[in-house]
């Protein structure tokens, strides 16, 4: 039999509880940070962080080590300064490291604790935190940190731009000029911030004002730029039926090399090369980072495997599911991009091929499976070194490909009436709107069938959780399209060593499983000095391609500065190059199939 306390009770007990230590009443904090940048060139961002009302013997600060989205602990706490407490009439308090991320401020229950420090911000990725004297761009957990038993207060943000800077761009709710609100801690992490006097530009989609703020110079045209994201978003959308957010916000970095993204909740932040615009593999490449960084509004940020989120701040959150949110994400960043008409039919199909030979053509993809490579992101994906492509496979690109044989086994199964969208959608209305709640793999791999109408257990356990390379045809088949194989007749020879040449020297990088550098027992870090008696520098090329199986090489290295000849039997290029084909006479149900895919007669 359960008993009820009245109200006045209940807020007594509280009250004395949280004097005693026990407990935090939450109800009653108020949360503030006001986040400084004095003196941009010297890359060091101050914050300030005020708790009202915690009334608390001591108060745990904690900084995250790592960002959601990007799977790899950064410890971000080695770039926190000059960590000090007052309380609210500027008494220090007593503050001590107890941990790598953790500062504990002895408050003596006081009514305010105030705490500052600084954080160097000097590296501009998508993940990171960046200020000099041409702007700042913060990413939350790299610079906030929370209070323990807070996380859920709702607070306030206050940025003070240095003097040279006008603009902020930030998907937090705007308050008043550079004041904003967040309703708990995961949301002000997962707003970046640019800060500086950057380009804006405006669309319309789905209902919802989308801002770009575009930082740094680019040969992009602006109109003609905003249009093709609108039509980029709105295909998107499509997809799931509605627009979960009442405004959106993309923050691009126009670098002189850049490339790649990190989605947010109702943001994204993306980097590309500033003169890429002009060629289409460019713009359509930034149009498809695009579309994979939107679609993750929905995929990723709403619908998520289960252990990720709420997240763990302090250590790797893991889950086998990567290659649903990533690779099914690039599955359908192209996709969308040819959908909305903003790729040609043929080079779409390209482009898939493409990935198909990668995954073919990369050795880790027969040792890890890609629900491994999913859950062993956190000390490997982020981890390469030189051998990683003989040892693992990336759940981003066969994740992709496994999401267009999923794609085509449900058209097969279904004559054409449904496809991968109707799962998307199906888990999206499931797990995010009814249950509010992270999915398993049972439950991706159960709504796959449902939707198919068919038994999947072949398909994960030799693709997913194995290492079986497909019959690409056999499944595209569906499309009325073949998948050729258009090295199968070559006869040419593999090198296999991957080599970087400078000062005047030739020293191997990689060297790629079973080709012919690799059974010869050439190693990386290996000098190479000279092939069948000839010197080679930056001239190699010369003496290792055209090659024929059953050629011999003897290639004189140093090794650790010792001289040693190295005898290398050319083998046979097994590599694949992949094309799409199409079928003669394709049936009524495989036109069908073809034009459903690629979007055609939409519109």
């Known amino acids: 039999m359960f008993h009820t306390i009245n109200q006045p009770k209940l807020y007594l007990l509280v009250f004395l509880l949280s004097l005693a230590g026990f407990i935090s009443p939450a109800f009653a904090a108020d949360l503030r940070y006001t986040l400084e940048m004095p003196e941009p060139h010297t890359h060091y961002f101050e914050v300030t962080a005020e708790l009202k009302g915690a009334k608390k013997k001591h ?66 990725t998508v993940r990171t935190s960046f200020l000099d004297a041409s702007h700042g761009y913060v990413n939350g957990t790299s610079i906030f940190m929370y209070p323990e038993g807070y996380e859920k207060e709702d607070g306030t943000l206050v940025v003070k731009p240095h003097s040279t800077f006008s603009k902020v761009s930030t998907g937090l709710k705007s308050t008043g000029r550079f004041t904003y609100t967040f309703p708990n ?22 209902g919802v004002t989308h801002e770009v703020a575009m930082y740094g110079e680019g040969n992009y045209e602006p109109e ?42 109702n943001s994204t932040t993306l980097q590309t090369s500033r003169f ?23 995929n990723v940020k709403r619908l998520r495997p289960a252990p990720l989120g709420p997240f763990n701040y302090n250590e790797e959150n893991y889950t086998k599911l990567l290659w649903v949110s990533e690779g099914i994400t690039s599955y359908y960043d192209d996709l969308i991009v040819r959908r909305a008409g903003l790729m040609p039919e043929q080079r779409y199909l390209d ?114 959780n194995g290492t079986k390379s497909p019959d ?33 020297r ?42 024929k199986p059953g050629d011999e090489l003897e290639v004189l290295i140093a090794r650790d500065g010792i001289m040693q000849v190295v005898q290398v039997k050319v083998l046979k290029d097994d590599r694949t190059r992949f094309k799409f084909e199409k079928v003669a006479n394709a049936t009524p149900e495989q036109v069908k199939i073809y034009n459903k895919w690629l979007g055609i007669g939409n519109s």
């Open 59 to 124: 108060i745990d600060f904690t900084m995250p080590v790592w960002a959601p989205g990007s799977y790899l602990v950064r410890e971000f706490p080695k770039n926190v300064e000059g960590f000090t407490a007052t309380d609210g009439n500027g008494k220090a308090l007593r503050a001590e490291k107890i941990d790598k991320n953790t500062w504990r401020v002895y408050s003596n229950r006081a009514s305010e604790v105030k705490v500052n420090y600084k954080v160097y911000a000097f590296e501009l």
């Open 185 to 206: 801690y995961d949301v002000l992490a997962d707003s970046p911030l640019e800060i500086g006097n950057h380009e804006v530009y405006t669309y319309e989609a789905g």
């Open 224 to 265: 003609r730029l905003m249009a093709d994201m609108k039509r980029v978003t709105e295909e998107a959308i499509s997809i799931f039926g509605e627009l979960p957010v009442d405004r959106y916000v993309f923050i691009v970095h126009n670098m002189q090399r850049g490339g790649g993204g990190l989605e947010h909740l």
């Open 276 to 298: 890429s615009y002009s060629s289409e593999s460019g713009y359509t490449g930034f149009l498809s980072l695009v579309a994979h960084e939107y679609f993750h509004l929905w």
């Open 351 to 464: 482009v898939v091929a493409g990935s198909i030979s990668n995954v073919e053509n990369t050795p880790g993809n027969k040792v890890q499976a890609v629900s491994e490579s999913s859950f062993d992101a956190w000390i490997k994906f982020y981890r390469q070194n030189e051998n990683s492509n003989n040892a693992e496979v990336s759940y981003y690109t066969k994740g992709g490909v496994l999401g267009q044989l999923l794609n085509m086994e449900i058209l097969k199964s279904t004559n054409g009436a449904r496809d991968l969208d109707d799962v998307m959608r199906n888990m999206y209305n499931r797990y995010y709107k009814q249950l509010d709640r992270g999915f398993t793999e049972a439950e991706f791999k159960a709504e796959i069938e449902r939707v198919a109408g068919k038994n999947m257990d072949t398909f994960f356990r030799d693709y997913v």
């Open 472 to 504: 690409y045809s056999e499944f595209f088949k569906a499309a009325g399209l073949k998948v050729v194989n258009v090295n199968e007749n070559a006869n040419t020879g593999s090198w296999g060593a991957n080599t970087t040449y400078s000062d005047g």
């Open 506 to 547: 030739v020293t191997i990088a990689s060297v790629i499983k079973g080709s012919s550098a690799y059974e010869a027992g050439l190693n990386v870090k290996d000098e190479i000095i000279a092939v069948n008696g000839f010197r080679v520098g930056s001239d190699l090329d010369r003496y290792v391609t055209g090659l």
